[in-house]
Structures are given as structure tokens and as C-alpha cells.
């Protein structure tokens, strides 16, 4: 008997409260593409609890911290600054 393992965190990036993301956000190799992205998704979001800077960042630290945890080291260095920049963005730098 075999069993699929459970990608919940697939799941999650898909079908958060926090936010509706745009498909693909995180296969841009663009920081500030990401970064424009996930503000346009929190602004938009209606589901969304919590601010948009804050729903925004902790969708994009979810991502590298679970389901792009075995991202190759230049895909994490531009999520890495897709932070930096959704700070800017939100006029928190």
C-alpha cells in the first residue's frame, strides 16, 4: 500500500486566508516583481485578518521557510530580497 505524503504547505500557499496570490509569484526572478505582486494580492485580499504589509510578509517567510525549503541558493537569495523590497513598498525601510 502506498501513500502520497500530504503537501500541506502547497495547500496553504493556495488557499490562505491570509491572502489570493497571483499564480506564479514566487517563479519570478524579479525581487520587486514579487514584492508588487504579493502587496497587489494583500490589498486586494478580502479573507485577509491581519494588515497587508504584514499578510504580504509572512506569505512570502512561509514560502522560504516551508515550501521553498529546497529552493536552489539563487532562488532563495531573490525571495530573500523580494523581503527588502516588499518593505520598501510598504514604506516600512
Known sequence: MSTK?????ARVTRESDALDLEPRVFASD????VARSLKRSA??????KSN????AMS????YLNRAGRNL??????VLERAKG?????????
Open 30 to 33: 524579479d525581487p520587486r516583481a
Open 52 to 55: 497587508p504589509y504584514r499578510s
Open 43 to 48: 490589498e486586494r485580499s478580502k479573507r485577509r
Open 59 to 62: 506569505m512570502l517567510t512561509f
Open 72 to 77: 536552489p541558493a539563487a532562488r532563495k537569495r
Open 5 to 9: 505524503p500530504k503537501k500541506w504547505s
Open 85 to 93: 523590497e516588499l518593505r520598501k513598498a510598504f514604506g516600512r525601510a
